[in-house]
């Protein structure tokens, strides 16, 4: 069965610092990945996502980076952290199957704080 | 692009009583839906999806869902809620083509106390 995977769980950061946030999968090949921040009442924005080794798609304009190395690794940076980077973090995967049909699965996310 | 929009931020019921999240959508294209719950500092977990074939959508936990096309709506309901059920539910929708990503509704907090 799949897993995915994300460290830290939870991460207090200055401001200007770097950030590493990294996401892996198991038991699937050539996943799309995606990156999303889920700051509080505002429900869940898509930051990123990943079709495949080395392609980034960004959603929205940030100080924030993503970056996929090897298949089922997506890492999301950042060179000077802002108080507005503070959210939750999810990671999520998915396989698409026939036509566009695509179920996005979860990770158990990252807590940032920025102070 | 498709939008959501979840009408009650919050929901509060008795444990044992009926509940319904309301979910309606918009879009120009062929929609994919989802459920999605999430309990206290965790990831979001699948409760239910509708892909194709019949509206009515059975997921985990005893909830379902159905898809009404002329209504543009994919209402969450469970005849009698558990404490337990006490979590943030997010109505999601995917369109059917392949530059669609999945757009997530505000979610709606399910607030149940016995």
């Known amino acids: 069965s799949q897993t995915i995977h994300q460290w830290p769980a939870t991460l207090v950061q200055p401001v200007g610092s770097p950030l590493s946030l990294e996401c892996t999968v198991e038991?699937?090949?050539?996943?799309?990945l995606y990156w999303y921040r889920q700051a509080a009442g505002r429900g869940l924005q898509l930051l990123f996502y990943?079709?495949?080794?080395?392609?980034i798609s960004s959603e929205v304009p940030q100080n924030l980076s993503a970056s996929r190395p090897q298949d089922r690794q997506f890492i999301l940076s950042s060179k000077k952290l802002l108080l507005s980077d503070s959210g939750f973090y999810l990671c999520?995967?998915?396989?698409?199957?026939?036509?566009?049909?695509?179920?996005?699965?979860f990770g158990p996310g990252t807590r940032l704080l920025v102070l | 692009a498709q939008s959501v929009t979840q009408l009650d931020s919050q929901v509060p019921v008795f444990e044992e009583a009926p509940v319904e999240l309301r979910c309606n959508y918009s879009?120009?294209?062929?929609?994919?839906l989802f459920w999605y719950v999430q309990y206290p500092n965790q990831g979001l977990q699948l409760l239910l999806k509708?892909?194709?074939?019949?509206?009515l959508v059975k997921g985990i936990n005893g909830f379902e869902a159905e898809f009404n096309k002329s209504q543009t709506s994919f209402h969450l309901r469970k005849p009698s809620v558990h404490i337990s059920d006490t979590a943030e539910y997010f109505c999601?929708?995917?369109?059917?083509?392949?530059?669609?990503?999945?757009?997530f509704g505000k979610g709606t907090m399910l607030l149940v106390s016995p």
């Open positions: 999520a995967w998915s396989v698409l199957i026939s036509g566009y049909q695509e179920t996005q699965y």
């Open positions: 038991g699937t090949s050539n996943p799309n």
């Open positions: 990943s079709v495949g080794i080395g392609q």
């Open positions: 879009s120009s294209v062929s929609v994919y």
């Open positions: 509708y892909l194709s074939g019949s509206t």
């Open positions: 999601a929708v995917r369109g059917n083509s392949g530059y669609s990503t999945l757009t």
